[in-house]
């Protein structure tokens, strides 16, 4: 696949530091909004924030578990260029609305989980620019690159909006996201040879392979390919959640103040990119892609039970050392799902992976949301980063994190599950090998250490 025709768009012949720019610059602006976000939500919202705010990442959840194997499935025919253009144009569309137009902004953030299915894109990109062999290494690149991403912004966020305003924080977060959208234009290179397209842009997608709940029912006879998809979907539910509502309990539970929960950040984005290259890459050779993601799913296990019962400020810390190592599961999934997929697919089975991860993002934030009102943990207070004012913190509790218990609970199946994934598959032709060719079906961030809208 790397010895295609080389297509003239772009600088250079298509490589993974391409989708790592892109993904940098996409994630950096939403992270320079982790502060103004929170703020206009409950300017917004007073009464209701935060079930306004899962009512929000709800729609754009559903929605974005619904368009990704549609997109998926036509970057495999007409290119990865033009798609990566269409979702990071349509997922950070809403940035300047925020301080002109809060519901408007509301609005196109609930809409854009259509086209939010940017890692989808940039996994197939990647997946056709590498060999078998170094594929979960630019997974994990690619991963640790939105890790990266969000290191520094939350904080530099914190600071121009404390010091100048939100109004600038939008601003440069806006000239970030046209940048993005700038370097796809300008220098991003067509991935796909063109021996792999069929007919460009005359080809046609059935809609067999647009509709989500038909390409499920079909995984489903792929027994591979159905616990990979169970996996991910018990994984991902829990760290889902969390990103939903873990600022709100740092700020009001474990009583940190703005400037910890930034750091907590930083350090945390720091260790998580560690994990993803540097341990990552040991670990795929040394215990190999199976028991890599058993091992991911081990640390998300202990993290999360950590979160469940942690009330002291160094629990959390500690938690969150384990949560930078259990980053390590994503790309280790996603090389996984590439080893079963036909070369001119790879689009398709990615698109998998985000669809049910849409899904979750989805479900997710309401489930958290739920416990927490059934633990008579209350999440509509003020906002728990904007300015240094004082909180009471709730009462300590036996569990004070119930959600995150429940998580550890939901990974322990995801974790059992993923016991009996087959290694490998013996070759191509195999019968129980995944061909997401017409026949069978076809399927659909962030994320990750934080997820795009929910920072």
């Known amino acids: 696949?790397?010895?295609?025709?080389?297509?003239?768009?772009?600088?250079?012949?298509?490589?993974v530091y391409h989708a790592v720019v892109v993904i940098f610059l996409e994630f950096f602006a939403w992270g320079l909004l982790t502060t103004p976000m929170l703020t206009v939500l409950h300017e917004t919202f007073p009464q209701h924030t935060f079930l306004m705010n899962g009512l929000i990442q709800g729609v754009k959840g559903l929605l974005s578990f619904m368009s990704a194997p549609l997109i998926g499935a036509l970057s495999d025919v007409w290119g990865r260029r033009t798609f990566l253009l269409v979702t990071v144009f349509f997922t950070c569309a809403p940035i300047?609305?925020?301080?002109?137009?809060?519901?408007?902004?509301?609005?196109?953030?609930?809409?854009?989980?259509?086209?939010?299915?940017?890692?989808?894109?940039?996994?197939?990109?990647?997946?056709?620019?590498?060999?078998e062999r170094e594929r979960s290494t630019a997974y994990g690149l690619v991963s640790a690159t939105f890790a990266a991403s969000l290191v520094t912004s939350p904080a530099i966020g914190a600071y121009l909006s404390a010091w100048y305003g939100d109004n600038l924080v939008v601003l440069v977060a806006t000239l970030i996201a046209l940048a993005d959208i700038c370097f796809i234009l300008l220098a991003v290179p067509e991935s796909l040879p063109d021996k792999m397209r069929l007919n460009n842009w005359g080809a046609p997608i059935s809609w067999e392979q647009a509709d989500p709940f038909t390409s499920l029912k079909k995984v489903g006879q792929d027994p591979t390919v159905l616990l990979i998809c169970i996996t991910v979907f018990l994984s991902y539910l829990p760290e889902a959640g969390q990103y939903s509502s873990f600022f709100l309990y740092l700020r009001q539970v474990i009583n940190f103040s703005s400037t910890t929960i930034a750091v907590f950040i930083g350090v945390v984005g720091i260790l998580s990119i560690v994990a993803q290259t540097l341990f990552l890459t040991l670990l795929m050779r040394t215990l190999g892609n199976k028991n890599t993601v058993l091992l991911g799913l081990g640390f998300q296990i202990l993290q999360l039970a950590w979160y469940g019962f942690g009330s002291e400020p160094w629990m959390i810390w500690a938690a969150g050392a384990v949560a930078a190592m259990?980053?390590?599961?994503?790309?280790?999934?996603?090389?996984?799902?590439?080893?079963?997929?036909?070369?001119?697919?790879?689009?398709?089975?990615?698109?998998?992976?985000?669809?049910?991860?849409?899904?979750?993002?989805?479900?997710?934030?309401?489930?958290?949301?739920?416990?927490?009102?059934?633990?008579?943990?209350?999440?509509?207070?003020?906002?728990?980063?904007?300015?240094?004012?004082?909180?009471?913190?709730?009462?300590?509790?036996?569990?004070?994190?119930?959600?995150?218990?429940?998580?550890?609970?939901?990974?322990?199946?995801?974790?059992?599950?993923?016991?009996?994934?087959?290694?490998?598959?013996?070759?191509?032709?195999?019968?129980?090998?995944?061909?997401?060719?017409p026949p069978p079906a076809s399927d659909e961030d962030f994320e990750p250490l934080l997820q795009d809208s929910i920072v």
């Open 96 to 131: 300047p609305l925020m301080r002109l137009s809060p519901w408007w902004y509301f609005a196109m953030i609930s809409m854009s989980g259509a086209f939010s299915v940017t890692f989808s894109v940039i996994f197939a990109y990647v997946a056709d620019v590498t060999d």
């Open 1 to 15: 696949m790397k010895d295609g025709p080389a297509l003239q768009q772009g600088v250079g012949r298509p490589s």
């Open 326 to 437: 259990s980053s390590i599961t994503f790309p280790a999934v996603s090389a996984l799902v590439s080893q079963s997929a036909d070369p001119d697919k790879q689009g398709v089975v990615q698109g998998m992976i985000t669809g049910i991860r849409g899904l979750c993002n989805g479900l997710g934030p309401a489930l958290y949301g739920f416990i927490f009102f059934l633990f008579n943990v209350e999440l509509n207070s003020m906002d728990p980063i904007q300015g240094d004012f004082s909180i009471d913190p709730l009462p300590r509790a036996l569990i004070p994190g119930p959600p995150f218990l429940l998580g550890s609970c939901t990974v322990v199946v995801a974790f059992l599950v993923a016991l009996f994934i087959p290694e490998k598959r013996s070759c191509p032709s195999s019968p129980s090998h995944l061909s997401l060719t």
